[in-house]
Structure formats: C-alpha cells, structure tokens
C-alpha cells in the first residue's frame, strides 16, 4: 500500500520504518528540515535500538523516502497516519492538540477522498469526531477516519510495532477498518488480535491504559512512603503481591516514579478532559497518582541531603539521567530532575549516561557531564543511580570501590544487588526499603 506518515517523532518514525518493514512504500512528512534531511541520510534523530538499522534497511529497499510537507504523490496515499505530538499545554494540565488539527487540515486540503485517515496520536476523547467535522469543512467531503492509538514503548519501540499486544481500531464503519486491517496483515497474520471499537472508545483505550499503568506505579510508591515510615520493605512487598496473578508483577517497580513524555502529561491530560466532561470526580485520584510520583524526587533529594549533611560543595555522581534507560529522553525525567535540584542546592553535580549527555547538552543545564564511568564516580561524596542502564546494573561494586571519597550509594531504581555492594564495603540506600547498613 501507499502510506503516508505525518510527524516523525519517537511514534511517527518508528511507525514509518515499521509500515516500510511490511512492504508498504512509505512517505513520512514533517516540517522539520534538519529532521527530514537526518532521516533521508538513514540517521535517526533520537536514540533507540535497532531503529537505526531497520532505517537504513528499508531506505536501501527503496521502501521509504521524507519530505517537509504533501506533494501529489504522498496526498495520493491509500492511508495517511497522524502521528504528530500532543504535548502538555505549558502551564496547564491539557494536552496541546493543535499540531493534530493543523496536520489534519493540511491533509483535509490535499488528500484524496477515497483514502483512509488514521489518527495515532494520543488524545484527549472526543478529538476524533471534532476532526472529522474540521477536515470535512475544508475538503468538502467526509473524511474516512479511524482512530488506532500506539502502544508502543522507548527502548522497545520497533519490536512493540511490529509485534503489539493487540491492536486497537475506532471507526464510524467497518470498511474503513478493512483497509487499516489490509494495512496490518502481516502483523494479523502472527495472531495480533484486533479490537474493532467505536471512536470514543479507542481514544479511551490509550489514555486509560497510560492511566492505570502510572496507578500501579504510583500505587507501588505509596507502599514504599508506608515501608519507610514502617520498617518494611516494598522491593519485597512488590514481589510477594505481584505473584498474585490478579495484580501481575510489572510495573510495580517502587523506585523515582515513572517520568518521559507520555505517562506524566497523559494523566494530567486525562483529568483535565475529565474536568471538561463534568466528570472530574471520577479522575481526582489520578492527581493523587501524579503528587505521589513527584514527591519520590524530592525523597531523593532529602536522602541524599540526610546522608550528606548538607549538599552545599558536596560532590554528587548521577549514573542515568534518561527517565528509562535505552532512551536518550530528558522530557520529564526523574533523574534529571533530581540532579537539577541537588545543583540547586549548591551540590556540585557530575552526570553520566551512555547515550543522553548529547542530549542534555542542549539544555545548557550547568550539570558536569562526565562521559568516562570511572572518572565520572572518582571522588563522589554520593554516588546516586537513577536510570537502571544494563551497564550500572552490571557494575562490580569491588571494581568501583577505589574511586569515590565515600562509599555510599542510593540505589533509585531498586536494581542492585544489596549484598554485594555492601559485601564490597558500601553503604546502600534504597527508596521504600530499610537497609541496615553496618
Ligand atoms: C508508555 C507506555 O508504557 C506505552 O505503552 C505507551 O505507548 C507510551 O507510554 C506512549 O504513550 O507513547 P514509555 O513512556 O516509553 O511508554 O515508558 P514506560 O516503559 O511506560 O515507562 C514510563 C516510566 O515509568 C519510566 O520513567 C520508567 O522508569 C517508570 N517505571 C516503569 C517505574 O518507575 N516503575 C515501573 O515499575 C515501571
């Protein structure tokens, strides 16, 4: 099939790649030119395995090809996808659906009428049917539009397209479902099964899955705020609870909370929406969801200043600054967070990440990157893990003795193996747990 691709951030490029893997011949639109350029070289703008190499693949295929904006031949696709992003509103809860209404306007003006529109982009319930009525006042006919909210997931991106749990498609007909189904046979073809909803449902569907898995995330640190006030421990609490299979052990990770661009602004976004209903009260505990996520920050901050005395001149080493490790997103991360507010307080704080301190250049954060591991740790008052990257879990706490002032670690992600680093002379610190160090 032709497909067209509009907006080429983690979900837009990593669904042209995969749409391109499964034959189809793909254009993917974006007014970003430095963007476009990166891509058509086979370079990928942001960090996520395998994502390059299938890029490089289906661009040597000849199946995919970018460009700024519609021409005739992309206008001319069989099925166009929005994939742009939905952002927080700056300075409020909402999501920002505008760069949806625009693309969907500027397809509305160019697209044939017999082609299929498909809305992936995360959004608030109720944008769909406004869409359809937007799009047909500019193209003059009513668009064909289903709803298909994305799944997947940053570090996991590719295999989660082309392998989803399921797939979700909201449409006013079912033959407009057909030709996304056709779009998707290969995937149908591997037992992927599909959920054919009305519009309103699968926007839910996104929303409310993001929703309840930052509730288990959040419901995990609340037991970890009662395991510290209490002398228990929510590593093992999580694991007893999680072997019950009504409650399943993931996400149930207690640790910094969960940050990125997607859980923390989908919530907000959701209660916000629920507040527009005239059905706030049934969302309240989602704000509930996001202050006790927050508040694991500032535990951090307040261990490490316990720990330290006072952070003022101490020297501090984050190991991770990404909200999850195979990821080089900075948006809202946990990490990052924490090591701002130690600088605030006067700490001088050294970060390291395998692959996010190009991105955090950016930012001209004032934080000292430190891309060597070793010289990264060398002289640390308090050495703080906070992205649970496979090279820090890894990590032989006999190796890094040497190098820190002080051996102290908080563990903010809940993944090292406590015995051992104590066996090699460290003090560990772990949220929601009471480790006795001697
Ligand atoms: C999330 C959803 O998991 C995807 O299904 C969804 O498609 C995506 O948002 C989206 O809306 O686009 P993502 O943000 O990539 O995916 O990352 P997650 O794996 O969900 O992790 C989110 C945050 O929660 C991370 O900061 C992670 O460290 C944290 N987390 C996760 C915990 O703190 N504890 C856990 O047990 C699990």
């Excluded at 040597?60 to 001319?76: C, E, K, R, V």
């Excluded at 701002?340 to 001209?364: F, N, Y």
Aim: net charge negative.
């Amino acid at each position: 099939m032709k497909i067209s691709v509009i907006g080429l951030g983690y979900l837009g490029t990593t669904h042209a790649v995969a749409m391109a893997k499964l034959g189809h011949n793909v254009i993917g639109v974006e007014p970003d030119r430095a963007r476009v350029q990166a891509l058509t070289a086979g370079e990928l703008p942001f960090f996520e395995p395998g994502l390059g190499e299938a890029l490089t693949e289906v661009i040597a295929a000849g199946n995919i090809s970018f460009q700024t904006q519609h021409d005739a031949l992309s206008a001319a696709s069989d099925v166009h996808f929005i994939c742009v992003g939905t952002p927080q509103i700056p300075g409020q809860q909402s999501a920002d659906t505008s760069y949806v209404f625009t693309a969907a306007k500027e397809l509305a003006a160019a697209m044939n009428p017999s082609s299929l529109v498909v809305g992936k982009s995360t959004v608030p319930v109720g944008t769909a049917r406004e869409l359809i009525a937007r799009m047909q006042e500019v193209a003059g006919f009513v668009p064909k539009l289903c709803w298909n909210p994305e799944f997947l997931r940053e570090g996991t991106a590719l295999a989660d397209s082309m392998l989803p749990d399921r797939i979700v498609i909201g449409s006013d007909s079912s033959d407009y479902n057909q030709v996304l189904k056709a779009c998707y046979q290969p995937i149908l073809d591997q037992g992927v099964p599909v959920l054919e909803l009305d519009l309103e449902t699968a926007e839910l569907v996104k929303v409310s899955a993001n929703a309840f898995l930052a509730t288990k995330i959040s419901f995990i640190n609340a037991m970890a705020e009662i395991a510290e006030a209490s002398g228990a421990d929510a590593v093992k609490l999580a694991e007893a609870i999680g072997m019950d299979s009504r409650i399943g052990k993931s996400f149930l990770r207690a640790g910094i909370g969960f940050g990125g661009g997607c859980l923390p602004k989908d919530i907000r976004g959701f209660i916000a929406r629920a507040d527009e209903l005239g059905v706030g009260d049934s969302l309240k505990f989602l704000k509930e969801v996001d202050q006790i996520n927050l508040r694991r920050r500032q535990r951090i901050v307040s261990l490490a200043t316990e720990e330290l005395g006072q952070v003022k001149d101490k020297k501090i080493t984050l190991l991770g600054i990404s909200f999850k490790p195979d990821s080089d997103d900075l948006r809202d991360s946990p990490a990052l967070e924490i090591a701002l507010r130690l600088q605030a307080l006067g700490g001088i704080v050294t970060v390291h990440d395998p692959v996010s301190l190009g991105a955090l250049e950016q930012k001209s954060s004032g934080l000292i990157s430190e891309t060597d591991l070793q010289a990264a740790m060398k002289d640390a008052e308090l050495v703080i893990l906070g992205t649970e990257w496979a090279e820090y879990k890894k990590l032989d706490p006999a190796t890094v003795s040497s190098l820190p002032r002080f051996k102290t670690i908080i563990d903010g992600r809940n993944v090292l193996n406590v015995s051992s680093w104590q066996e090699a002379g460290w003090r560990v610190i772990a949220p929601g747990r009471n480790i006795v160090n001697d």
